[in-house]
């Protein structure tokens, strides 16, 4: 079934929360039969307290208000659930089973001892003959002055929609703004529906206040906006697409929310009738993931979880009749002259009868049934039109009539039967299913007698869902079913360094690290590992998938290197199968595939462990060269490179550093051969060897009777001491007096005046540098003697400066996240008993820090207001002074393996300069002897550039895998459903309306921003995150929180972010 994420009590684990899901969705249905499927197949614990929706309402709530009475019978009486559990609003099950007027039902859960609660919240039973009043209001009503209205997310011609706290809690507020009688209808009308639906697919209504102005209607606030955001996404973003698969999953969603709507589970009334279906009415929960192969979340970690139906303002609730007739208004008799006049003048000259009005916005016009623009009959299938319009935008990938006004796409479709048009493949090249085109047209029927129901059609998705992950699933096991049977990979994870050298970390660090090459030969499981990790074949795999997308220049390059010159044959322009082959085996050209960890678990992994090991970013290159060629002039490389053969074989020369300049700095242009003298070292790598490398190492390579392959593993890029001697500089140049590094006072005085004249060339007539000269360079040796004195007598100074410097942030900014199978469970949610440690200390790095003036000090950085400490509400969280403490958290837990160090400036492996250089054989000979492949540098890193930085960051990670406990609550709106009666506040992005058009400047992927908090919490916090391990984990009750704090809150908190594990 679908997988949906339903915000239940703390402490349900992902899989149960979806069964859960599934079973109360059955439960409403009436399916007896499924039901107790879900419950055989999970080992579903049905009279759990857990075992309830966001409301606290259980099986039993769901079976009484809908009037199933074979479920409620089997849950009462085999499952043994309790009779009398008591929602949010004090309601039990009778109570639900009485308002709906539902009398066996009745009857049944007071033979089982069914009860009410009185007045005082106590359990009666129940008077002979009690009903409710009709009048709901009353329980609903919320005193506005337990609103706090935050950020305005969205606005319409009669009202806003807000972000607010409601008792701690983050809600969507829709405001009334305006009072005439249509506004007042439209409201009144979704606050009657909102009272009565109750459903997973269906907005959650949590209140409102109607006996002071303004009126107000509070709901649940879906972080992930609505699906008219994520299609404009795609439209500026093609990889922001979904999937086809994924589309499925949010049509079903939509489906069985109708299907509810539909049907006559509400009191007193028939169906509910939306009239206004369309993207923008539907809402977009919290990511939720795929729960058999938590690697697979990776990939969908840019896709919302569960779809809602929200606004109800213009719908109709049908008793008996199949729907009231209209009067002909002037759109009953518009001619085709008309729509094009109307499209040209829009359409507010014409009027349209009040009870047809879908919304009076052109946008609703392409999702309308024909027969509402014809002003005929029209019954609940109007609705199912509707659906199939977003199912065909879903699927597509386009607009429905993108080529026409909207009214001329009403207009068109009612009287000429236009329907959209189906590609060969969707506007991103991938393939709709033939079954799902047949769906989607009986949908759009003409005659809505011939329409499907939506229960008919949400049955048909499920089977074509399950159909098709079935395949997903049997794909992922036949591709990752080597790896899995490789008890290597476990042996990379632990310690990638001994395994790729096969010499212990401590030994190769000492002995050959940073000095000399040397080859180290193939174990017989590294052999057989490496044999499957990449090839030619693979390369041309990944480029024929129809679900992935590569560019010649950012992903592919093709080089080959003929008379003594390398010559780049490929241009800037989309990667295709064909393309490469034919460079490939015609040109006789390396293929240079640039970090394949982007498309292979194994190397994921090994990127991931041998970044935690060396503390440094790591990057792979796969080369494919056709056999007896060679791809790459004699060079050497600003990195560490470990040379790993997964195909064929390759004869290697190994050259001494040109100059005898060794770790050079940056990398070499191309040599002649007459530059590089005779051989150290000649070598050919077979399948699982390592040929180790450092910088300045200068090599070339041909292949020998067989094509091969070869990935080129690289590191320490911008890494050395005099990197790190520059940020401590930068830090010491920003200093203030109250610094912990501050500059010599030598360093700090000024130059000699007319130095840069004794200084320029040519020299002066005086001779020599000029006496500016001699003293400048004095002064400056004894400064940096000064500022060596200070750092031998205080070490901290450097750890201190290292800890915010720009090596460190871009470290944390730009490392691969690790893998799902790297990481643990995270068990239950804590309690004050419970032991927590750390999800992985070299995950996390903790900075202390100035805040910047009027910077809240407990805010995410991202630019919100809102604190997100998790602690009691009554610390201050106003803005702070410069000077104030705070404590900055980054983590790599949630970067995007599939962005891992490709953009524009990272640091990429063995020869990425051939990329910069390929471009023009004019910037090739300009660029001799430069390098333009060192990863970002943040310089002049003041207080607040530092908050800048994180900001950054923030907005440029994305999620990435984590396992099956921390999959379902990770997302890049995953905080936004973070929420704690005792002030555990969220961080969402804001909720656009569907009524504004988005902000073309927004982040349209924005993840979740850096964590920060005040200074009293850095104990506890690094307790958790640095000094904790699941061998040594610390129990919350000794958490060191300052007085007043409450230690299970905080470190609840940290649990849903994913940070920490219970053992």
Not at 383 to 391: E, K, N, P, R
Not at 470 to 490: M, P
Not at 506 to 525: D, H, I, Y
Not at 691 to 705: D, E, F, I, K, N
Request: charged fraction near 25%; charge should be negative; hydrophobic fraction near 35%.
């Amino acid at each position: 079934m679908t997988e949906t994420s339903f915000k239940l009590l703390n402490g349900l684990e992902d899989v149960t929360r979806h069964a859960v899901a599934d079973l109360l969705y059955f439960v409403s249905a009436g399916d007896l039969p499924r039901c107790k499927g879900v419950v055989k197949k999970w080992s579903l614990q049905v009279n759990a307290s857990t075992c309830c929706d966001y409301d606290g309402r259980t099986a039993a709530h769901v079976a009484a208000a809908s009037g199933s009475f074979s479920v409620l019978e089997w849950l009462l009486e085999e499952e043994h659930v309790d009779v009398n559990p008591v929602d949010r609003l004090m309601r039990t099950p009778l109570e639900d089973a009485t308002r709906q007027g539902h009398k066996a039902v009745i009857k049944l859960l007071v033979k089982h001892g069914g009860q009410m609660t009185g007045q005082d919240g106590r359990l009666a039973a129940p008077l002979p003959g009690h009903l409710p009043s009709d009048d709901h209001d009353a329980d609903w009503e919320i005193d506005p002055r337990n609103i706090q209205l935050q950020e305005l997310v969205g606005s319409g011609e009669f009202g806003e929609v807000h972000r607010a706290l409601w008792h701690g809690s983050t809600v969507a507020v829709k405001v009334l703004r305006v009072s005439d009688a249509m506004a007042l209808g439209d409201f009144r009308t979704e606050l009657d529906i909102l009272q009565k639906v109750h459903h997973p697919h269906t907005v959650q209504f949590l209140g409102a206040v109607t006996l002071s102005r303004p009126f107000m209607i509070v709901t649940e606030f879906l972080a992930g906006g609505s699906l008219a955001d994520l299609i404009e996404r795609t439209q500026k973003d093609d990889s922001q697409f979904p999937g086809i698969m994924r589309g499925l999953e949010i049509a079903i969603d939509c489906a069985r929310g109708m299907t509810y709507l539909h049907s006559q589970s509400l009191r007193g009334q028939k169906m509910v009738v939306h009239r206004d279906l369309k993207p923008g009415n539907v809402l977009l929960g919290a990511v939720h993931y795929d729960t058999v192969d938590p690697g697979l979340a990776r990939k969908r970690a840019a896709f919302m979880g569960l779809a809602k139906i929200a606004d109800f303002g213009l719908s109709k609730t049908l008793v008996n009749s199949p729907g009231p007739k209209g009067p002909v208004a002037p759109l009953a008799g518009m001619t085709k002259d008309d729509a094009i006049g109307l499209s040209k003048h829009g359409a507010e000259g014409y009027v349209i009868s009040q009870t047809f009005n879908l919304t009076g916005e052109t946008g609703s016009y392409r999702y309308m049934a024909p027969e509402v623009f014809k002003h005929e009959t029209y019954n609940h299938k109007v609705d199912v039109y509707a659906f199939a319009m977003i199912c065909y935008e879903l699927f597509e990938g386009r607009c429905p009539y993108d080529d026409l006004h909207p009214v001329q796409a009403a207009y068109f479709a009612a009287t000429e039967g236009l329907r959209p048009t189906w590609g060969k493949t969707n506007r991103f090249g991938k393939k709709v299913p033939d079954v799902l085109k047949q769906i989607v047209e009986s949908c759009w029927e003409g005659n809505y007698n011939k329409r499907p129901e939506f229960g008919q059609l949400s049955k048909q998705m499920d089977e074509i869902w399950i159909m098709g992950k079935d395949r997903e699933s049997k794909k992922r096991k036949t591709s990752s079913s080597v790896f899995d049977a490789t008890s290597d990979l476990t042996a990379v994870t632990k310690d990638c360094l001994t395994y790729l050298t096969s010499k212990g970390e401590e030994n190769f660090l000492q002995k050959t690290w940073e000095r000399q090459p040397a080859v180290f030969k193939a174990s017989k499981g590294r052999k057989g590992l490496f044999g499957q990790l990449f090839s030619c074949q693979k390369i041309m795999s990944l480029l024929e998938d129809p679900d992935l997308d590569f560019d010649f220049g950012r992903d592919l390059v093709a080089a080959r290197y003929k008379s003594g010159k390398r010559e780049t044959l490929s241009q800037e322009q989309p990667a295709t199968k064909k393309e490469a082959s034919r460079l490939f085996s015609k040109e006789g050209c390396t293929l240079q595939f640039h970090q394949p960890q982007r498309h292979s678990d194994a190397l994921w992994r090994l990127v991931a462990a041998l970044e935690a090991q060396l503390g440094c970013l790591v990057g792979i290159n796969a080369y494919c060269t056709p056999a007896g060629t060679q791809g790459l002039a004699p060079h050497h490389d600003d990195v560490e490179i470990f040379v790993c053969q997964t195909e064929g074989t390759k004869k290697w020369q190994i050259y001494a550093p040109h100059n005898q300049y060794n770790l050079p700095p940056t990398s070499s242009r191309d040599f002649k051969s007459n530059e590089i003298g005779a051989p150290l070292m000649e070598v050919t790598l077979e399948v699982g060897d390592v040929l180790y490398m450092p910088r300045g190492t200068v090599h070339q390579a041909q292949s020998q009777a067989g094509d091969s392959t070869h990935l080129t593993v690289s590191t320490y890029q911008a890494w050395s001491n005099g990197h790190m001697a520059k940020c401590f500089l930068e830090q010491a140049l920003t200093a203030v007096d109250c610094s912990p590094y501050p500059l010599p006072l030598a360093l700090r005085q000024g130059l000699p005046p007319q130095l840069l004249w004794d200084l320029a060339p040519p020299a002066p007539a005086r001779g020599g540098g000029g006496p500016t000269a001699a003293t400048a360079t004095k002064q400056l040796s004894q400064g940096l003697r000064q500022l060596a004195d200070s750092l031998e007598a205080k070490p901290d100074l450097l750890s201190n400066a290292a800890a915010s410097s720009s090596m460190v942030l871009d470290f944390f900014r730009w490392r691969a996240p690790p893998h799902s199978s790297q990481l643990p469970d995270q068990g239950r949610p804590p309690s004050a008993e419970a032991s927590v440690f750390s999800r992985g200390r070299e995950c996390f790095h903790v900075l202390v820090r100035n805040a910047p003036a009027d910077q809240p000090c407990c805010d995410e950085l991202d630019g919100t207001e809102e604190p997100c400490c998790g602690t009691e509400r009554e610390h201050d969280h106003s803005s702070s002074a410069a000077g104030d403490k705070i404590v900055v958290v980054l983590t790599n837990l949630f970067n995007n393996i599939e962005q891992h160090m490709v953009g524009p400036t990272m640091p990429s492996g063995e020869s990425l300069s051939d990329l910069e250089e390929s471009l023009s054989e004019a910037e090739e000979e300009a660029a001799e002897g430069e390098d333009s492949d060192e990863a970002p540098e943040l310089v002049d890193m003041a207080e607040a550039d530092l908050i800048e930085a994180i900001k950054a960051n923030g907005k440029k990670r994305k999620l990435s895998s984590t396992n099956g406990a921390a999959a379902g609550k990770k997302a890049k709106a995953l905080r936004a459903g973070l929420t704690s009666p005792e002030g555990i506040l969220d961080d969402a992005p804001e909720e656009e309306s569907e009524d504004v058009e988005a902000d073309s400047d927004a982040e349209d992927d924005e993840p979740a921003p850096e964590m920060a908090m005040p200074i009293k919490f850095q104990a506890a916090i690094m307790q958790m995150l640095l000094e904790s391990s699941k061998d040594s984990p610390v129990c919350v009750a000794d958490l060191k929180m300052p007085e007043g704090e409450d230690p299970v809150q905080f470190a609840m908190f940290f649990w849903q972010q994913g940070y920490i594990c219970t053992s």
